[in-house]
């Protein structure tokens, strides 16, 4: 397998900060990576494709502006929640592509309170 | 009607027991196939993937993958306490990174010793 790191796990922040989730692949390069939102006892909602040396590619309904995404290198991708409110708080994760497989990353956990 | 469907569960069994896992599409473009297990407040973890038709075997772990009828299967045999987790399906055709995938919305899975 290979693995992909993502930090902080867990984050509390206060209503009108921002927050970075920076995701990494460890063992491999990835030119794509790929950024998840997931509910409570829902599947992951793909919010948006970070491709390395380019614009990220929105999914319909994701404003980008909120939600901001740097693919800096070939191993690292961040994604920023601007102004966060409580509605953003959810669980955030990435996955890396490698070949034809996908690999995630451990996930984060946002509360805005 | 969703891409892929998922019976949600909860699906509880024995200790030992053989638990079939299963999921259906809609989309005929579909190549990879993918069985991801997550635990609670963690990211999803790869356990199988396969592409187009046909069976997998790693371990206690057996993939089905049957085109004709866009179905798709995952047995676990002799079944632990540890297997206890929820189980996502998901899907990508071959035109895009295997990141980018559909989900189904998981099953829960608990084993009970």
Not at chain 1, 26 to 43: E, I, N
Not at chain 2, 13 to 33: D, H, K, M, R, W
Not at chain 2, 86 to 109: E, H, P, R
């Amino acid at each position: 397998g290979a693995v992909v790191s993502q930090h902080p796990s867990r984050v509390i922040c206060k209503s009108g900060t921002s927050v970075k989730i920076e995701c990494r692949s460890l063992d491999f390069q990835a030119t794509t990576m790929f950024w998840y939102r997931q509910f409570p006892k829902q599947s992951l909602m793909l919010m948006a494709t970070s491709n390395e040396g380019s614009k990220a590619t929105y999914e319909q309904g994701v404003e980008k502006d909120k939600f901001l995404i740097n693919h800096a290198s070939l191993t690292l991708s961040t994604l920023t929640v601007t102004s966060a409110h409580p509605e953003d708080s959810s669980f955030y994760i990435c996955s890396a592509s490698k070949g034809t497989e996908a690999f995630f990353g451990q996930g984060t956990r946002l509360t805005v309170v | 009607q969703k891409e892929v469907e998922q019976d949600p569960g909860p699906l509880s069994v024995p200790e030992g027991a053989i638990v079939s896992l299963n999921c259906t599409y809609s989309n005929s473009a579909f190549q990879y196939f993918m069985w991801y297990r997550q635990y609670s407040r963690k990211g999803p973890e790869l356990l199988m993937y396969t592409y187009s038709s046909g069976n997998k075997e790693d371990g206690r772990f057996t993939a089905q993958v049957d085109k004709s009828s866009k179905y798709i299967s995952l047995f676990i045999r002799d079944s632990q306490p540890s297997d206890s987790a929820t189980y996502l399906c998901a899907m990508s055709d071959m035109s895009t990174n295997a990141g980018k995938s559909t989900f189904g919305d998981g099953t829960t899975l608990t084993v009970k010793p």
